[in-house]
């Protein structure tokens, strides 16, 4: 099944930057799709960004495409989501997700699609 471990997360004021990790084991990491999702109290869960696995494919949320960068280092099995100029309604639980094996490179945008999930890591922001 697998595990992913999310960190990184924490209290930053608006502005800031934060760069999430999502740490993957007990499964090939190659030719999956890992996703960033999001939820904050009240709301709906979030997709934010996606990555295959093979070749880095990128894919991302109409509301943070401009803020939000995802990337991987395949040696290290690790995703990160890179999180500049933070605004208060970033705030939230922040999962890290795995789909696969995708052989399409467009990966799935819902939930449901992902085998296994993190813990979560939260980012809050100040105004």
């Known amino acids: 099944q697998g595990q992913l471990v999310e960190s990184g997360g924490g209290s930053v004021q608006a502005g800031g930057s934060l760069r999430l990790s999502c740490v993957t084991s007990?499964?090939?990491?190659?030719?999956?799709?890992i996703a960033w999702f999001r939820q904050a109290p009240g709301k709906e869960r979030e997709g934010v960004a996606t990555?295959?696995?093979?070749?880095?494919?990128?894919s991302y949320g109409d509301s943070v495409k401009d803020r939000f960068t995802i990337s991987q280092d395949s040696a290290k099995k690790t995703v990160y989501l890179q999180i500049n100029a933070l605004k208060s309604e970033d705030t939230a639980m922040y999962y890290c997700?795995?789909?696969?094996?995708?052989?399409?490179?467009?990966?799935?945008?819902?939930?449901?699609?992902?085998?296994?999930w993190g813990q979560g890591t939260q980012v809050t922001v100040s105004s």
């Open positions: 997700g795995a789909a696969g094996p995708m052989f399409s490179t467009t990966c799935p945008t819902k939930g449901d699609e992902y085998f296994v």
């Open positions: 990555i295959h696995t093979d070749g880095g494919i990128t």
């Open positions: 007990g499964f090939i990491f190659s030719r999956k799709c």
